[in-house]
């Protein structure tokens, strides 16, 4: 990964302990049998360790973890969130009550490693579209009750947020097109709604993305477009704006590493990968108890 600065990663989520509440209910039910086994005193501490290069992403979720657990464990993180790591860092170091870092030792890691994983992938597509002006957007194909958590790690890897869901934007797709009418009926209707939120739409042929940027919409989504004609709703979009229009114009339909170059060299505002929340390669993650007291 090449070193550029470390992205401002965003507010945490309003559901992080929820989520984390969630989690350890998973795993832990009834209670940590394997813990018991070692006496309710003993104290010990612990390190993190990454395996792999990658850009670490959860700390906040790994914290709350031990939070919840006990009120007496201690967290030193020896990198920020967000930031870009080699392969067999220090990633934190922790102390406290033995039986809570054990019991949650999995639930931590497993948000650190997914969060880091979504991240990683994130900085990897920012990479490869630098210099372009492309941003790098997801989508809503998130692993189930992680769509929050998820969306902020995007941030955390450079890239942007799309809608959160069904509830903060109106996406026109072509299943609302084939049983509108047409795509300028389906505008028409969704425009009555005058819901106070940003109006998209999708479009699989030129004459639909033509018909989007004559109803102005905020966004204009080209699915699965060929490069020629890519470029020809680029220029109709950026024509559109010149006349004082608002659209902005983003390309999805399966982007990957190898055309997502192409892709954004052909002037589009931004690429949407779903990819990078759904195809996870978590991070390889390892705690390394220490002494115990």
Not at 83 to 91: C, D, G, I, K, Y
Not at 164 to 180: P, Q, R, S
Request: glycine share 8%; with cysteine; charged share 20%.
């Amino acid at each position: 990964m090449s070193g550029h600065e470390t992205p401002k990663c965003p507010t945490v989520p309003t559901d992080l302990t929820t989520t984390v509440a969630r989690a350890l209910q998973e795993d832990i039910g009834d209670g940590d049998i394997t813990a018991a086994l070692v006496p309710a005193a003993q104290h010990a501490s612990a390190t993190v360790i990454t395996r792999e290069a990658a850009v670490i992403c959860g700390q906040p979720w790994f914290d709350s973890v031990f939070a919840q657990l006990a009120s007496d464990i201690t967290i030193e993180w020896h990198i920020s969130e967000g930031s870009r790591v080699a392969a067999n860092m220090l990633l934190c170091s922790l102390q406290g009550p033995a039986r809570a870092l054990l019991t949650g030792e999995r639930t931590a890691l497993n948000f650190l490693q997914t969060l880091s994983g979504t991240a990683t992938a994130v900085s990897r597509y920012v990479d490869a579209v630098a210099g372009t002006g492309t941003a790098i957007v997801d989508t809503r194909k998130t692993l189930p009750c992680l769509r929050t958590a998820q969306k902020y790690a995007v941030v955390c890897g450079g890239g942007a947020n799309h809608r959160i869901g069904l509830y903060d934007g109106i996406l026109i797709k072509e299943n609302h097109i084939a049983a509108a009418g047409s795509i300028r009926q389906a505008i028409a209707a969704a425009r009555a709604l005058r819901a106070p939120v940003p109006l998209m739409t999708e479009a699989e042929t030129l004459d639909e993305a033509l018909a989007a940027l004559e109803a102005d919409v905020d966004l204009l989504l080209i699915d699965d477009f060929s490069l020629e004609d890519i470029r020809e709703a680029v220029a109709a979009t950026r024509a559109h704006r010149a006349r004082g229009g608002r659209t902005a114009i983003e390309y999805s339909g399966g982007a990957n590493l190898d055309t997502v170059r192409t892709i954004a060299e052909t002037g589009v505002d931004r690429i949407a990968v779903g990819a990078i929340t759904k195809h996870v390669h978590a991070i390889d993650l390892s705690m390394r108890f220490k002494n115990a007291s």
